[in-house]
C-alpha cells in the first residue's frame, strides 16, 4: 500500500481526478468504481472541469457505485443516485447504460446483489475503485463485524455511520438504516483501488488500516493485503499514523 500525504483536501481531489483521468485516457473504455459522501466531491468537480476542457471523454466508460441506501427511492435527494447524478453524471457524457448504481428500491434484493456482482464481471471487472472511508474504517458500507459480507449485500448500518451520514437528511429519522453495498470481495478485486481522506475525523481509521494488522472491526484494513491500493490523505488524516 502506498500512502500519499498532502497538504489539504484540494490536492487530495487534484491527485485522484488525475489518477482516474490517466486511467480514461489510457484506457477509453475504463471501468471505475465509484463512492459517495463528502470525500470524493472535488475529484468528481475536478473531472467535470476536465470533461468541458475536452481533456477526457466519459462516453464508453463503465461505471459501478460502491453503495444505495434501501427503500429511499431515486428521486430522494439524501439517495446516492441523486447524488451521483447531481454531482457528476449530469455534467458529463457518460452513457446511462453504462451507469450502474445498486437499486435499494428492489424488491427482491438478493437477486438484485446477484446480479450487481455479474454485471461487474460481465463488464471485466473494475479498474479503479475510488474510497472513501467511515469514521469506524468502514469501506463501502462494510461496517466494523466479526464477520465481513464478500459480496454485495444488504447492510444494517451501525449507529455510529447512522450519526456520520444523517447530515445529509433533513431529519436524523429520515437517514435509512440499512444499504445494499458491494462487499469486501467486490472491492479487493479492483484491479486499482483508491481511497481519499481528509481531516482529522479520519486519523484515527487511517492509522487503523495501515498498523500492518487486518481487522474485520477495522474493514478497511484489508486493503493492506491488496496488490495495487494507494491512499491519498491530507496531513490531518495522517496524523495518527506510525
Ligand atoms: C460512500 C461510501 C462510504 C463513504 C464513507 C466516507 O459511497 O461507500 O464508505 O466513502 O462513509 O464518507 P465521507 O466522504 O462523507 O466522509
Do not use: W
Not at 177 to 204: C, H
Amino acid at each position: 500500500m502506498k500512502i500519499y500525504i498532502v497538504d489539504s483536501y484540494d490536492k487530495i481531489s487534484e491527485k485522484a481526478a488525475l489518477i482516474v483521468a490517466s486511467r480514461i485516457i489510457a484506457n477509453p473504455k475504463s471501468v471505475l468504481g465509484l463512492a459517495t459522501g463528502s470525500t470524493p466531491i472535488g475529484m468528481y468537480e475536478r473531472l467535470i472541469d476536465m470533461y468541458k476542457r475536452n481533456v477526457i471523454d466519459f462516453s464508453q466508460v463503465t461505471t459501478f457505485n460502491l453503495d444505495e441506501y434501501y427503500k429511499l427511492p431515486k428521486e430522494n435527494e439524501g439517495s446516492y443516485h441523486y447524488y451521483m447524478m447531481q454531482r457528476f453524471f449530469n455534467h458529463i457524457n457518460i452513457s446511462k447504460e453504462n451507469i450502474h448504481i445498486p437499486n435499494g428500491m428492489a424488491d427482491d434484493v438478493e437477486k438484485e446483489c446477484r446480479e450487481y456482482e455479474k454485471k461487474i464481471e460481465k463488464a471485466g471487472g473494475i479498474d479503479i475503485q475510488i474510497l472513501g472511508i467511515g469514521t469506524n474504517g468502514h469501506i463501502g458500507f462494510n461496517e466494523p463485524a466479526e464477520n465481513l459480507n464478500t459480496t454485495t449485500s444488504l447492510i444494517n448500518l451501525t449507529g455510529n455511520t447512522i450519526e456520520d451520514n444523517s447530515r445529509f437528511f433533513e431529519k436524523r429519522e429520515d437517514m435509512p438504516t440499512k444499504a445494499i453495498s458491494m462487499g469486501i470481495a467486490s472491492i479487493m478485486k479492483a484491479k486499482r483501488v483508491v481511497l481519499l481522506a481528509s481531516g482529522e475525523n479520519k486519523a484515527r481509521a487511517i492509522r487503523d488500516m495501515t498498523n500492518g494488522y487486518i481487522n474485520t472491526n477495522h474493514p478497511a484494513s484489508i486493503l493492506q493485503a491488496h496488490r495495487n491500493c494507494i491512499l491519498i490523505i491530507d496531513k490531518d488524516a495522517a496524523k495518527l499514523i506510525e
